[in-house]
Structure formats: C-alpha cells, structure tokens
C-alpha cells in the first residue's frame, strides 16, 4: 500500500510518501508562507521525486484535528480535491496520534499542540506500541497534572505546545526531557496513523472526511458569550 500524508494542522507544512510502513519520502516546510502557497507543490515535489502518479496512491492521509482551524481546512480540502476525481480511500487522523507515532523508545508520550490562552490540545499514548491512554482533548495546561499523578512511567512531551508542559512539570521525576527538534510534527505520522486506519476498516471516502477542532472557533466564542 501506497500512504500519501500531508499534515498543514499547525505552523508546519509537511508531506510523506509510505509504502507498506516504510518510509519513502518526506519533506516540510517552515518559512512562514501560507499551506495554501505551500502544499500541493509540495505533492507533486513528493510524486515526482518517487516518479509516481496520484494513481499509484492506494491511501490518503491527512490531519483532521486538532490544530489551526485554516490549516485543518486547507489539509482537508486538499485531500478531497486530490481524491474525489480517482475515487482514492481517505483517513482523516487524530493530529496528536500521529505526532506520537513518530516517537520511539518506552514509557508515555504526551503530544501538546498550544491551543492559546494557556491551553493545550493534548493525548497520552505509551510507547511502544502507540496505545491511546487518554482521548483528545482541550484544556488548560494544569489538567495533565491529574494524569501524570496516577501515571507510574517516564513521561515526556513533543509538539508545538511541550514548551508550555515542560515549563510546568520539568521538575517532576517522571518527566523526561526530549529535545526540541524531536518534538517537531512529521508527516510520516500522518501516513502512519493512516495506515493503521485502513488496516482497521476506518478509510472513509472523501466526501465524509471531517474536520474534529474539539473547541469553538473563537467567533464562535464571541457570539455566544454575547447570548446571540
């Protein structure tokens, strides 16, 4: 099986080719622009370079949340227009799940994503294995404290919201530090993720891939704080 995977859920834009769990190919970019510039350049970067087709792709995946609300837009949208024409299986992936499919090693991984106003979109998984602990979810930084109380094993934190973590729990005994270039998201997660998707039965078709933001945009905030 042919995994292309793109992920533009956060400030990165990445994309990775995998064939049966092997990573083929993978790039990202982080100069600012926006993923609609970046992305689908990036695609036929990735396809060129493998000399293949989009009818060579059995699966494509892409993060559905949580992150940017535009980026999950763009990724998805990108998706489906890539797909719709070839009929091509989708799986729209937990954003946290695929960052902690790239990490390895033993005890828990907790992917953080900064959700602003000091919360963090965050999951436990244990490693190896990838086994979800905790489902996702949006809260302040300080609710993972009740977790890390019951939690008995070396823990450490990757993705864009681990600064945020590690500056309230690094003087823990259990938490670990992980550098900062490993706790960048990658696009093999993404194709990971998808993968273990299809192997489950849970590729949608394009038309039914959805965005999952776990929160309300902050419009949407507005207006029911103001009871409209």
């Not at 609609?36 to 990036?42: A, I």
Request: with cysteine.
């Amino acid at each position: 099986m042919i995994c292309l995977g793109l992920d533009c859920a956060g400030k990165v834009a990445g994309v990775a080719v995998t064939q049966d769990g092997r990573l083929l190919y993978e790039c990202f970019l982080d100069r600012g622009l926006t993923h609609s510039e970046t992305l689908l350049p990036m695609v036929q970067s990735a396809l060129s370079a493998l000399e293949l087709t989009l009818a060579d792709v059995d699966l494509l995946g892409v993060c559905a949340g949580p992150g940017s609300f535009t980026g999950l837009r763009i990724g998805l949208a990108a998706v489906k227009g890539l797909a719709l024409p070839r009929d091509i299986p989708c799986a729209g992936v937990s954003t946290l799940e695929a960052l902690a499919r790239c990490c390895t090693g033993s005890g828990v991984v907790i992917p953080a994503l900064d959700a602003r106003r000091g919360e963090v979109y965050w999951a436990a998984f244990s490693l190896p294995g990838c086994e979800r602990l905790t489902p996702d979810a949006a809260q302040p930084v300080g609710t993972i404290e009740d977790f890390l109380k019951n939690c008995k094993n070396p823990v450490f934190f990757v993705g864009d919201g681990a600064g945020l973590c590690y500056n309230r729990y690094d003087t823990r005994a259990q938490v670990i530090p992980c550098p900062a270039p490993l706790r960048q998201s990658r696009a093999l997660g993404v194709c990971l993720a998808a993968e273990a998707a299809a192997a489950a039965g849970e590729a949608v078709s394009a038309a039914a891939l959805a965005p999952r933001y776990l929160r309300l945009s902050q419009a949407e905030r507005e207006r029911a704080a103001r009871g409209m």
